[in-house]
């Protein structure tokens, strides 16, 4: 009996479904169409593609997160038959140093792009160990005093010098000793270094977001003659070619030397500026000026222990971003005059 009255309630329940599904009387009150739809839209988002962690650029293939930094110390006497230089083009970010005599050097990094020869290698010095210290990698060099050899092996780094180079590294019979010392990138990589990959130097600006500075068309940094850079803005390459006294500083291949970015950072040099064995001072704080995209932010250095980079803060705190590119970080000794051009003022309208 309860399972004939059971059968009835669910005839009944089936007729009332089939009547409602055929009264539709094809008026715009259809409920049917007015409900939501619940099938999932397939994802359409392109997943960004790797970035290179010491340019801020695009790396489709990702080639700069397999492998480490390469530091590579460059000699930059004026005459000798050292300039022009090779492979600093290729470098993701260097550094110019002030060495005894007033002269400079370069500590170049290399994580995107792997040069095919790069030179002349020359001494490690003081400044370098707290450089290379929050990325470790690999640190190619030629000797150096004492203080400075013992302060690198300390670092987080593989040194590679020409005792322990083999075909890493070569003697150019073209060229005198001792500007005649070169490294071939690919050999130097192989030598191995931690982390892979590197962690970022710098904060970079995103798509469409702007670099708030004052206008600057050109800027010289008041180092000794001969070494005192020139970098004057191209807008068609938002980057600043670099000279020296007027001459476009170019390397071997014969490509001019143009970051996107260039920091002065303003230093102190322990033990007097341009004395042997003089050590820059990179961690603590100081004046920087960012240049980028024809502008200039006067802001300051911030790295209060070697294991981090420097950061870089405008007046109010709030963190400077330079533009996806190469970037050169010059050394001036703080209180070195840096003259900034602005660009002329467009002719009133009408």
């Keep these: 009996m309860r399972g004939s009255r059971r059968a009835v309630a669910v005839l009944a329940t089936a007729l009332t ?6 009264s539709g009387g094809g008026g715009d009150d259809d409920s049917s169409s007015k409900q939501p739809s619940t099938t999932a839209t397939p994802s359409t988002t392109t997943p960004a593609p790797p970035v290179a962690p010491l340019t801020g650029l695009p790396d489709p293939d990702g080639q700069s997160r397999g492998r480490p930094v390469l530091w ?4 930059n006497l004026g005459g000798e038959g050292v300039r022009p230089q090779t492979g600093l083009e290729a470098a993701d970010v260097v550094y110019e140093e002030v060495v005894e005599g007033g002269i400079t050097r370069f500590l170049a990094a290399f ?3 792997v040069p095919d020869e790069v030179g002349p290698i020359r001494s490690v010095r003081l400044t370098d160990p707290n450089i290379v210290w929050p990325l470790g ?3 190619a060099y030629s000797g150096g005093a ?6 690198i092996e300390a670092a987080p780094v593989n040194t590679v010098d020409e005792s322990t180079a083999g075909d890493a590294m070569f003697r150019d019979g073209s060229k005198r000793a001792p500007h005649n010392l070169f490294g071939r990138g690919p050999a130097l990589f192989d030598k191995g270094g931690q982390p892979s990959p590197p962690p ?3 904060e970079y600006l995103a798509t469409g977001e702007a670099f708030a500075g004052e206008p600057a068309s050109e800027f010289t940094i008041g180092l000794d003659r001969g070494y005192a850079p020139t970098y004057t803005y191209d807008a068609g390459s938002n980057t600043w070619t670099r000279a020296i006294d007027g001459i476009p500083f170019t390397m071997s291949s014969g490509v ?8 002065v950072q303003f230093i102190d040099y322990v033990g007097g500026v341009g004395t042997l064995g003089a050590e820059g001072t990179t961690v603590g704080g100081g004046e920087a000026w960012i240049f980028t995209g024809g502008q200039v932010i006067r802001g300051q250095w911030l790295r209060p222990d070697r294991e981090q980079p420097a950061k870089y803060v405008d007046g109010a705190g709030n963190p400077i971003k330079l533009a996806p590119g190469r970037t050169w970080v010059e050394l001036p000794q703080a209180g070195t005059p840096v003259d900034v051009v602005q660009p002329p003022s467009p002719p009133p309208s009408g």
């Design 146 to 151: 004492q203080p400075a050899v013992e302060a």
């Design 137 to 139: 990698g690999i640190f």
């Design 200 to 202: 970022p130097l710098f």
């Design 17 to 22: 479904v089939a009547l409602a599904a055929c």
């Design 111 to 113: 994580n995107s792009t």
């Design 72 to 75: 590579v110390k460059v000699e």
């Design 256 to 263: 001019q030397i143009a970051p996107t970015n260039v920091i």
